[in-house]
């Protein structure tokens, strides 16, 4: 099955740095990807859909000058946390779709857990 | 905006007992899809339904999608330790939200064995 690939699965950093996370379609191109935010046995929170070529698209409550979101290829969206602070902390998510199956399932990368010092 | 709710948030059961989780959501759907998450682990698709009063099983799972399109169900039949994790449904309003997913709370399943 199709493959989403994420990076890193972990980082630690400290507070009012910057960190960029990585989302990866390895056998497919994604025009949409979606970046999720999930606390501790919670459920994924959209943070905003990633679209290849243009703006991103946030959610309501979502800081778009604190996650920078990049989709400059069909196979690659980044998301930035700049200044993160130790609220921050969390797991976060990206997932994407196959360009030819606009309402299909969703591929999930494997999650990067952030942690702010 | 759409809410998805889904009950219940956690569920214990003993190896070989049923379980079902309920997803409904606060407007009519376009499709509802299933997803799997085992602990650390990330989703896992597992199904998409449709069409109303859609039906589908997998093995021991069964996936049901109402009549009016704004409630669903996933079944499964005598669980195994296999099945521990958190189940999600995840719906689609379609419109001007065409493929964005909206993720009900989860429910996490343990099986005792």
Redesign the interface.
Same mark, same amino acid.
């Given at each position: 099955g199709a493959v989403v690939s994420q990076h890193p699965s972990r980082v630690i950093c400290k507070s009012g740095t910057s960190v960029k996370i990585e989302c990866r379609s390895l056998d497919f191109q994604a025009t949409?990807m979606?970046w999720y935010r999930q606390f501790p046995?919670?459920? %994924?929170? %959209?943070m905003a859909?990633s679209n290849e070529g243009s703006k991103a698209t946030y959610e309501?409550g979502v800081e778009k000058d604190k996650f920078l979101i990049n989709h400059a290829s069909l196979t690659l969206s980044t998301l930035t946390v700049t200044s993160a602070h130790p609220e921050d902390s969390s797991f976060y998510?990206c997932?994407a779709?196959e360009r030819l199956d606009?309402?299909?399932? %969703?591929?999930?990368?494997?999650?990067s857990r952030l942690t702010v010092l | 905006g759409q809410q998805v709710m889904q009950i219940p948030q956690y569920q214990h059961v003993q190896e070989g007992e049923d379980f079902t989780t309920y997803c409904n959501s606060s407007t009519t759907l376009s499709n509802i899809q299933w997803y799997k998450q085992r602990p650390g682990g990330h989703p896992v698709f597992l199904i998409q339904l449709v069409k109303s009063g859609e039906v589908k099983k997998q093995k021991r799972l069964t996936f049901q999608f109402g009549e009016a399109k704004k409630n669903s169900s996933l079944h499964i039949t005598a669980t195994q330790t296999t099945d521990v994790g958190t189940y999600f449904c995840a719906g689609d309003a379609g419109g001007t939200s065409y493929g964005k997913l909206t993720f009900g709370q989860g429910t996490i399943l343990t099986v005792h064995p």
């Open positions: 949409t979606f046995k919670k459920s %994924l929170m %959209l859909t309501q998510i997932s779709r606009p309402n299909g399932e %969703l591929f999930f990368g494997e999650g | -």
